[in-house]
């Protein structure tokens, strides 16, 4: 894991105790279901809460944030990311003033640019450009599915049940949002949303899945997300291509492939990698919605030149939405 302190976590009081004695009412009494399990809580409620977070990740985490920022750890859910999202969609904390934050922290010498400047992107860049095009793309944006897809989701992935997933990346991430109802932002795009897309499943489900399980889901924020970036359903209005990679990627970006049970460079057989068939799958079946597409030109080209392709189309169609 990464040499740097772990994050805030907030000291539970007699109000957590009494939500939790809420919570469980309401469950038994049948009025609520949950997903995920219980456990301390590990997010903001209160303004002084939010404000000893944002304190402790810029004192103490920031520096490390720009060159870490894409890149996943089995062994380290948080690395040097802020765990602020709940907190500043709940409003407990106001963008400008983290993005304030990270600028004195680095004004002051304390952290490296690339690591203020990594940070502000993801909040005055990301975050705002989201809000923005959640209220400019209109309430029809959620019904976009210009790729067609239509399946529904496994079981396995609704549940959370990463004990009954091969594939070390998807199993790491699905225990993520079990345990903690949070992942940072790779595992959520090139992880969990990659495989949504390879797989065809339906990209409202997916929007409400991610809804359902993460701790800073909210609508206005999971639809550019999930239905733009993530999905490409809206046909690439936010996004010049699809989000989409092989098990090369993820490889390249994490140490999870190493305790795999299969391959990154495999496309088939017994130990070959299920993201990277199923990126090649998808690119097949939506081989002429792409081809227009310059970004998409080199992997199109790659696909031309697979001489297994019908084999790696039949195990892929042979694997269904079993877990992989
Ligand atoms: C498929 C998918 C679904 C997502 N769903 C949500 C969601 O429901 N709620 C949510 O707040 N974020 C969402 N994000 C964005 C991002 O993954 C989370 O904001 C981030 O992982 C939260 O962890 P953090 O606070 O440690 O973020 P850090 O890595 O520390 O980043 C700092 C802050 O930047 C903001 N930010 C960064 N990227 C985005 C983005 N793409 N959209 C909006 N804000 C961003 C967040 O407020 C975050 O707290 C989603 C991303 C993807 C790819
Ligand atoms: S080998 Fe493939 S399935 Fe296994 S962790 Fe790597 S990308 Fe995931």
Not at 52 to 67: I, V
Not at 121 to 127: C, V, Y
Not at 129 to 158: E, K, Q
């Given at each position: 894991?990464?040499?740097?302190?772990?994050?805030?976590?907030?000291?539970?009081?007699?109000?957590?105790?009494?939500?939790?004695?809420?919570?469980?009412?309401?469950?038994?009494?049948?009025?609520?279901?949950?997903?995920?399990?219980?456990?301390?809580?590990?997010?903001?409620?209160?303004?002084?809460?939010?404000?000893?977070?944002?304190?402790?990740?810029?004192?103490?985490?920031?520096?490390?944030?720009?060159?870490?920022?894409?890149?996943?750890?089995?062994?380290?859910?948080?690395?040097?990311?802020?765990?602020?999202?709940?907190?500043?969609?709940?409003?407990?904390?106001?963008?400008?003033?983290?993005?304030?934050?990270?600028?004195?922290?680095?004004?002051?010498?304390?952290?490296?640019?690339?690591?203020?400047?990594?940070?502000?992107?993801?909040?005055?860049?990301?975050?705002?450009?989201?809000?923005?095009?959640?209220?400019?793309?209109?309430?029809?944006?959620?019904?976009?599915?210009?790729?067609?897809?239509?399946?529904?989701?496994?079981?396995?992935?609704?549940?959370?049940?990463?004990?009954?997933?091969?594939?070390?990346?998807?199993?790491?991430?699905?225990?993520?949002?079990?345990?903690?109802?949070w992942t940072h932002h790779i595992p959520r795009l090139m992880i969990l949303g990659n495989w949504a897309l390879q797989r065809g499943w339906d990209p409202l489900a997916v929007t409400d899945w991610f809804h359902r399980s993460f701790a800073d889901g909210y609508d206005w924020v999971m639809l550019p997300n999930v239905i733009g970036m993530s999905q490409y359903a809206d046909g690439g209005r936010i996004t010049t291509k699809p989000y989409l990679c092989g098990g090369a990627y993820i490889n390249r970006m994490s140490d999870l492939c190493g305790g795999c049970a299969y391959r990154p460079d495999r496309r088939t057989g017994e130990r070959a990698c299920p993201v990277t068939a199923g990126y090649w799958y998808f690119l097949e079946r939506h081989r002429p919605l792409l081809e227009g597409n310059q970004r998409v030109a080199r992997s199109l080209h790659g696909l031309d030149r697979l001489t297994d392709l019908p084999e790696v189309v039949r195990q892929e169609e042979s694997r269904g939405d079993a877990a992989p």
């Open positions: 894991s990464l040499p740097v302190p772990r994050p805030y976590l907030p000291r539970e009081d007699a109000v957590d105790e009494e939500v939790r004695r809420d919570l469980d009412r309401w469950e038994a009494d049948g009025e609520v279901s949950f997903t995920g399990r219980d456990g301390p809580r590990l997010f903001p409620a209160t303004r002084a809460e939010a404000l000893r977070a944002l304190r402790r990740f810029t004192e103490k985490r920031l520096g490390s944030f720009g060159p870490w920022e894409d890149a996943v750890l089995s062994d380290d859910w948080a690395m040097s990311h802020s765990l602020l999202s709940p907190a500043l969609n709940l409003g407990l904390l106001d963008p400008a003033e983290c993005v304030a934050a990270a600028e004195d922290a680095y004004r002051s010498g304390a952290v490296p640019l690339s690591s203020a400047e990594g940070f502000v992107r993801q909040i005055a860049g990301w975050r705002e450009y989201m809000w923005h095009l959640y209220w400019s793309l209109g309430d029809d944006y959620r019904h976009s599915n210009a790729l067609g897809h239509h399946r529904p989701l496994p079981g396995w992935f609704t549940d959370l049940d990463a004990g009954a997933v091969t594939a070390r990346c998807l199993a790491t991430a699905l225990t993520g949002v079990r345990d903690r109802a």
